[in-house]
């Protein structure tokens, strides 16, 4: 008997409710989804919208469907989840009717469920059209107005609002919201940024020059991952923020250098890149099928001066001779609140806790590999996240405990001129909202030469 496949409305109901109950990472799911319910390639957007976008607005659906629901009678929490991407579909994808969406819901509750649920979901999302939705000007508080309008958890809001200001904070909750865009660093020990553009162009792919990075390309249309300039070790798909860390670790000679969290190896191959395969790159990661992804994208970029070990690097001190590399990157394991809006599921489940904890994970690596740097050499931390706890924090309790550094005031000169703006001294912090990229923050230190 021939197995029914799911429709995209249906495969978005199960990868939502596998999130909520198995705490599924998106991405993986939606990747597994498409493959097993063969999902055509035209309505593959359509379901990665329904699926990202009912994540992203969880909190605001949440808030807008409250006044419509019996809280006396309990709701099995597909239904919930149903009503939450229905909703989704009517006020925010102006391509799909809205008795359309609603029809499809009331199809889906009817095959899942019985005729009360779908009598339920019927009634529930024609009384929404018929009442309109509940304004959040009904909320008082602020914060709390600011994380059901944006969807971002209260506790989180209020840190950003304290570290940020309301103005930054609110801007950063707004751009979460958005897509990201695609963006790729064109390998240029083969080939050059326009040479990159116009190959990628005749494949039928939509670039542009990055406005930041001299290296980077933006991608307007397509995916460039499946592209023959990809395949051919041409480019790198990596965000512009992340792109800013080369530049920062100074590599303009042939150094020894040591990458201590390298997977899966963007920076690695761009640090390889920048010194045109000359000098020595080592890079080390925790897990083997991690140092794998390293060594594959250096094989594909052609890159052989990178060097690869599966190794815990809070324990780099003990096995690597000291002071032996002229630069270290620790990119190092953070909350990842810079990268929200590639990963929607990640804001609902990160605590305070969680911050606290990497905070001391961050300074045992750091101790650790701090060892290894010669003197007067120069070592970059960097995460992905903006929360002044793993960065500004870490760098200030390291520099206390460690009186043979000091900061590299100089980290402004070597970066990108549209980058320059944003240093403060040697630290630097990108919001995503300064030039649509992946929030990230990079401190300088140099080891003293006495």
């Known amino acids: ?3 029914t496949r799911k429709n995209v409305r249906e495969a978005a109901l199960d990868i939502l409710e596998s999130i909520q109950k198995n705490q599924a990472y998106s991405n993986l799911l939606l990747n597994t989804t498409i493959k097993k319910n063969e999902i055509p390639s035209k309505d593959i957007g359509l379901l990665t919208e329904i699926v990202y976008g009912t994540l992203q607005r969880k909190m605001t659906l949440e808030f807008y469907l409250h006044p419509f629901i019996n809280k006396g009678k309990k709701m099995e929490a597909w239904v919930h989840i149903l009503l939450q991407m229905t909703l989704y579909q009517i006020i925010y994808l102006d391509r799909i009717p809205d008795h359309a969406a609603i029809n499809e819901a009331v199809e889906i509750a009817k095959k899942r469920g019985h005729k009360g649920i779908s009598g339920l979901v019927n009634a529930v999302l024609r009384t929404i059209l018929r009442q309109g939705l509940p ?3 009904e909320i008082p508080d602020e914060i709390e107005r600011l994380a059901i309008e944006t969807s971002h958890p209260r506790w989180l809001v209020k840190r950003w609002v304290e570290q940020l200001g309301l103005e930054d904070a609110k801007k950063m909750c707004e751009i979460n919201l958005t897509a990201p865009m695609q963006t790729a660093r064109v390998n240029t020990t083969k080939i050059s940024v326009s040479e990159c553009i116009s190959l990628l162009t005749e494949e039928g792919f939509q670039v542009e020059a990055s406005e930041v990075i001299p290296e980077g390309i933006k991608v307007l249309k397509g995916n460039v991952a499946h592209s023959t300039a990809f395949e051919k070790g041409m480019l790198t798909i990596q965000d512009e923020s992340s792109m800013i860390v080369a530049y920062a670790l100074d590599v303009d000679k042939p150094y020894s250098v040591l990458d201590a969290c390298a997977a899966p190896g963007g920076k690695s191959t761009h640090i390889a890149e920048k010194m045109n395969k000359e000098g020595k790159v080592l890079s080390i990661d925790l897990h083997e099928h991690k140092v794998k992804l390293i060594k594959q994208n250096a094989e594909r970029l052609d890159l052989s001066t990178i060097e690869t070990k599966a190794m815990d690097s809070r324990k780099l001190d003990s096995s690597l001779e000291k002071e032996s590399f002229d630069r270290i990157l ?8 810079g990268v929200m809006r590639r990963k929607p599921d990640m804001k609902y489940t990160k605590t305070e806790a969680d911050v606290d904890r990497l905070q001391k994970i961050q300074l045992d690596l750091l101790a650790s590999v701090s060892p290894l740097l010669k003197k007067g050499g120069l070592l970059v931390y960097s995460t992905c996240t903006i929360d002044k706890a793993e960065n500004e924090e870490v760098v200030e309790k390291f520099l206390a405990d460690n009186s043979q550094f ?5 980290l402004g000169e070597r970066l990108p001129a549209d980058i320059k703006q944003y240093t ?4 630097l912090q990108i919001l995503p ?3 649509g990229s992946d929030g990230f923050y990079i401190a300088a230190l140099r080891k003293k030469v006495q």
């Open 406 to 410: 000091e900061r590299d005031l100089t």
């Open 433 to 435: 909202q300064y030039f």
């Open 424 to 427: 403060d001294g040697n630290e």
């Open 135 to 137: 304004a959040f000007s």
């Open 1 to 3: 008997m021939k197995k």
């Open 330 to 337: 620790l990119d190092a394991p953070c909350s990842g609140f």
